[in-house]
């Protein structure tokens, strides 16, 4: 929990003195891994954060983009991984709470929340239970509070996250460019500390972050409080709105000691701060844990003398607490005093920049052999198979959970969580698209092919909204990095993701990168997270009911790439294979040919093909649909592949298309003209799901059983174990 | 055209309050304003909302510490006067902490925050808030609620149905509720409760089922204070 000997010696090469204990503190606060990215930093530096939308600003801690109309979008996305594997209930909640001051931070109102949860077996494992009914709970009662829709995510339950927990969370803003938070200050600006108090909850939490979890350390851990959080978001927006806020950060990892000197760095000023003015939940606090404490729904405000009254009396209006605890100066140097002794005196540039390291990577031993495994027999009974799939956990309906979090509130969610991706609808009359994707099975088969795959399916879930493109953020979260084999994935992951945001002209706009994941068993796989966001200039493809004679035509190709299947992971207990990879050439030519169709033609439901493959995918729109659908499995464009294969593998690019009989000569010529791979696989009818091979059924399954299976699974495990 | 002007009343911690006034402003075209709950009611106005969300972050139990607020005393007298109010989910909670309605919003069945589309049934088209509606017409609405479910004694609820107060009953069973109760008036029907959301449910492009029904809650509104929507 302090600085290596390396980094105290550049320390007081740079300083010129050995620091005092407190300056120590601060320092190794800011130079944890968690706050300096100083393993990762050099290897992010080749996403491309350029785009025609993206706006950039200093200090910013979301990403800004140009929605047009004066109107632009924020998005950011943070984990909350060690504490809420300690405590889930508050690690979750907290973790909603930062990612949504950093959406404030730019001056815009968060308008939608998404998560990506991760735990070990839910089925044979009651920790892993607890951690998962807890965490659920800790983002409902966070963000229902708040008023800020919860409207879309991922769960992934995998061994590897045994006695551990990974909590994503990503937010969306929305506001007028013209309010963005301009962040300037000069000498003789006031700082102001608004929010709630600062007490010893959260101490040293980036440290703890930024290391092996092993003994649980609740003290670093914090406390959530929705409702000043709730308070907060309106005094800063009114501030806002009347102009009194010049530069703004949020308090997250390293309380005061981060904020203070990353802000003082970005704004190129000094910050003069005095700890006996915070104000504080408990008494007598030394200056250190004043530094470092993590307390939360905190906001750091600068701000002149004309506007300090203006803003002090839309704190009081509200009645949340504040303290005006320093002044801007010109020195470029953070400095620390109680009452009228200085403590603690140092550059800002020194403190917010820790010395970047160079991990040594190299290729892990494992993944030399994973592909090469012997291939499980096909099961006697598909029909069985399909309906065991269906009540997998990963693959369940997942409605026990975001029906506990309020996904309308803000009245702008017009494609509902359950779906593809979530539509919510902007002040300008556009629309935009948003999903997170995450699949640690693929990505610890094939590093590369596993992200570029999560890239490539949450761009196909925002395209089947009717949504392009716009921009990406990312969160990496991997093992230990000074691990060489651990660094290697976490390389190979940054490279994949940069040529796929290249290739497909999507800038990175934000992102987070969590290491250390790991507990006395072990690492977590690879588990990068993507989220895309996608705009809709007209009208967004919300899903027609499906009905009698509907016909679903595939596009895209069905490869054997079973590696990392849920197929091979639920029904044989297989890791290995060939891990489904991403040709970006094709997958190109099919998103555009896809987006091109939903915008010109008639399609009642763009459905993306991803996890569980055709067989799941062609299931869920009959069980949402309440229709049964007869598949030709020869018609469906394939290498030469086993129907299991065929059913249940994860290739990505593939998208089912469901339109009315008299549109089918329309999309068809259309289709061909892209020339991409497609045909009509089926038609919509009865009360069965059959996937049949010439005649003959492979599959039969009543759709009221595979409902039953698919809609309650979840929600039985949760509540009868 | 008339106008009419409606107080949309601000809690700590209300989050529906945006959502309320612009579905009035924008999509019903009634002059609607927000007011902060210390603030004095405006004068003039024509009926008053209280709207959902999580007033005092639901502490010592959901809508109490809001029901002490100063702005409730004149609620209190606008209602004894026989102004339209509504009260929507945390709004409802409010209304009968404060004892403008009668029994109590206990947390649901499940022991779960729910939020989900439902339907529910006219009861009462009487109202000034349902006197477009049909009896027994349904409403695909919007629910979202941890503490939704309404509970009050044999006697009341006996009273209730006599005096015929209650408004909204759920199609489907949803949380518990006593009757099956989604809302209810006060005895001279002035003053309406309920816990769906009748402002995410009253425009096509966010219901994903018939938006009219619930649109006509607004409308029934405009037509009691005398305005052709």
Known sequence: MSLTPQESEYLENKIGRKPNPLELQIVAAEWSEHCSYKSSKKHLRILPKEGKRVISGPGYDSGVLDVGDGYVVTVHIESHNHPSAVEPYGGAATGVGGVIRDILSAGTRPIAILDGLRFGNIEKDNHAMWLFKNAVRGIADYGNCLGIPTIGGEIEFDKCFTNYALVDVASIGFGKKENLIKNKAEKGDYVVLIGGSTGRDGIGGSQFASDKLEAENRSAVQIPDPFIEKLVIEVILEARNQKCIKAMKDLGGGGLSCAISETADALGVGIELDLSLVHKREQNMSPSELMVSESQERMLVITDLKKLVSLKKICEKFRVPYSVIGRVKEDKLMKVKLDKSTIANLPSQIVANAPLLDRPSSLPKYLKNIEKIKKPKTPQDLSKTLLRMLSNPNIASKHWVYTQYDHEVGIRTVVKPGSDGSVLRLDNGKFLAAK???????????????????????????????????????????????????????????????????????????????????????PIKPTPLIGVLGLIEKKPLVSQKIENGDLVIIVGTTKDELGGSEYYEYVHNVTGGKCPSVDMKTSKKIQDAVLDLIQSCTIKVAHDCSKGGLGIAVSKLCITNDIGCTISLEKIPSEKLSHDELLFSESHS????????????????????SAVQHARAGVFSGKDIVFQQKTSAIVRVRVDKAQEKWLNSLGALVTHG | MKTVKVAVIVFPGSNCDRDMHHVLTDVFHLQSQLVWHTDALPKNIDAIVLPGGF?????????????????????????????????????????????LLPGA????????????????????????????LKLGQKIPIAIANGEGRYYADK?????LKKNNQIVFTYGEEVNGASLGIAGISNKQGNVVGMMPHPE???????????AKPASLIFESLLNTLGVTA
Request: proline content about 5%.
């Open chain 1, 436 to 522: 997170i994707d995450g699949n640690s099975k693929h990505c610890y088969v094939n590093p590369r092919d596993g992200v570029m795959g999560c890239f490539d399916e949450a761009c196909r879930n925002v395209i089947c909204t009717g949504a392009k493109p716009i921009g990406m953020v990312d969160h990496l979260q991997f093992g230990n990095p000074e691990d060489p084999e651990i660094f290697w994935t976490f390389k190979e992951s940054v490279q994949a993701i940069t040529d796929y945001a290249k290739y497909f002209q999507i800038p990175c706009v934000g992102g987070k990168v969590s290491l250390y994941n790991e507990t006395d068993k072990g």
């Open chain 1, 654 to 673: 593939r998208f089912l298309l469901v339109i009315k009989p008299q549109d089918e000569n329309k999309v068809m010529a259309l289709l061909a003209k």
């Open chain 2, 105 to 132: 919003l206990l947390k649901n069945t499940s022991l779960n925050f729910m939020c989900k589309w439902t339907e529910i049934i006219v009861q009462n088209n009487k109202t000034p808030f349902t006197n477009k």
């Open chain 2, 200 to 210: 995410r449910s009253a425009e096509q492009i966010i219901n994903p089922n018939n």
């Open chain 2, 55 to 99: 007033s005092y972050g639901d502490r010592l139990r959901a809508g109490v510490i809001a029901a002490h607020s100063p702005v409730i005393k004149d609620v209190k007298k606008m209602a004894e006067k026989g102004m339209p109010i509504l009260g929507v989910c945390n709004g409802f909670q409010i209304l009968v902490e404060s004892g």
């Open chain 2, 155 to 159: 006697k009341t609820l006996e009273l």
